[in-house]
Nanobody, 124 residues
Framework: VQLQASGGGLVQPGASLRLSCAVS????????MAWFRQTPGKEREFVAA????????IVADSVKGRFTISTDRAKNTLYLQMNSLKPEDTAAYFC??????????????????WGQGTLVTVSS
């Protein structure tokens, strides 16, 4: 499975941004897809996850109500819609995949496949 993230950029506080992750290779309906973020010197932080086939999702409390994870399997793409962005959302955002959906997979080591990061900077 290959993943390629895009859509990062510089935005002002309160703005919205949508990240995309192009998915290629062999996946199955039971794959779990996720977004993580990381700032320098810190561990990779879980943001949200979704079952590749279906609407089951989990979202970190820090972004709940502002970020939405979704998939478009016809386009083989994972999305992260980010609204009401705050300066503390500034980070490199990574998409990830694991072979097997679970609501308990919120650690980076639990994901097998990773895309390169896309940088999101929220600043006035």
């Amino acid at each position: 499975v290959q993943l390629q993230a895009s859509g990062g950029g510089l935005v002002q506080p309160g703005a919205s941004l949508r990240l995309s992750c192009a998915v290629s290779g062999r996946t199955s309906n039971n794959y779990g897809m996720a977004w993580f973020r990381q700032t320098p010197g810190k561990e990779r932080e879980f943001v949200a996850a979704i079952k590749w086939a279906g609407s089951l999702t989990i979202v970190a409390d820090s972004v709940k109500g502002r970020f939405t994870i979704s998939t478009d399997r016809a386009k083989n793409t994972l999305y992260l819609q980010m609204n009401s962005l705050k300066p503390e959302d500034t980070a490199a955002y990574f998409c990830a995949a694991r072979s097997g959906w679970t609501t308990r997979a919120s650690k980076a080591y639990e994901y097998n496949y990773w895309g390169q990061g896309t940088l999101v900077t929220v600043s006035s």
